[in-house]
């Protein structure tokens, strides 16, 4: 049987989607079976048969040729869900590289200012003038590197020191 002929048994138009109909087809070949159980003669009851197998057959041609997958919408749905998931997993693992990033600089201009600090403390203005510039390099501007300048090329201290201060802004004993 063509897909044509098992549409006109059914009453399918060309462009009418079988998978509308499902409902109303079990619907029918129940009625139909009823016919063939409750034939009021055996030629009825045959006939009723043939009717029966023929609208089945039309029925299974149709299905087969639109393939009826009662699950592709949730197969689309769970792909999609999936996809999202995947996607949002990848996100995140972004985020967590580029926070790790981040800290990682925090922890070496915090390293570097220990260094730096140190240096000063020692009178090491070597040390302390590279610790300085590597926390420059890493963070241009950064208020870390404004304690420590170089001016006419040596390294030396930045300490502002006003009259009866100490260098660590205590009264100065001398001058009391």
């Known amino acids: 049987m063509k897909n044509s002929e098992a549409r006109k048994i059914l009453g399918l138009e060309p462009g009418d989607d079988p998978r509308a109909f499902l409902s109303s ?16 003669s055996e ?5 009723y048969q043939q009717e029966l197998l023929e609208y089945e057959v039309a029925v299974k041609v149709v299905a087969s040729k639109h393939k009826m ?11 999609l869900i999936a996809s ?8 995140y693992l972004w985020y967590q590289r580029q926070w790790n990033t981040q800290a990682q600089v925090e922890v070496k201009i915090a390293q ?3 260094d ?12 302390a003038e590279h610790a300085y510039r590597e926390i420059e390099k890493l963070d241009p501007g950064s208020k870390g590197t404004s304690k420590f300048s170089t001016p006419s090329g040596s390294a030396r201290p930045r300490l502002r020191l006003d009259a009866g201060t100490m260098p660590s802004g205590l009264p100065s004993p001398c001058l009391s």
């Not at 030629?43 to 006939?47: L, S």
């Not at 999202?84 to 996100?91: D, I, P, Q, V, Y």
């Open 84 to 91: 999202f998931t995947a996607l949002g997993w990848w996100g």
């Open 43 to 47: 030629e009825m009851k045959f006939r």
């Open 112 to 114: 570097y200012q220990s």
């Open 116 to 127: 730096g600090r140190t240096a000063v403390a020692g009178r090491k203005w070597a040390e």
């Open 69 to 79: 997958r009662p699950h592709t919408d949730f197969i689309v749905v769970l792909l």
């Open 25 to 40: 087809f079990e619907e029918t070949r129940e009625y139909k079976q009823e016919l063939v159980d409750n034939a009021p």
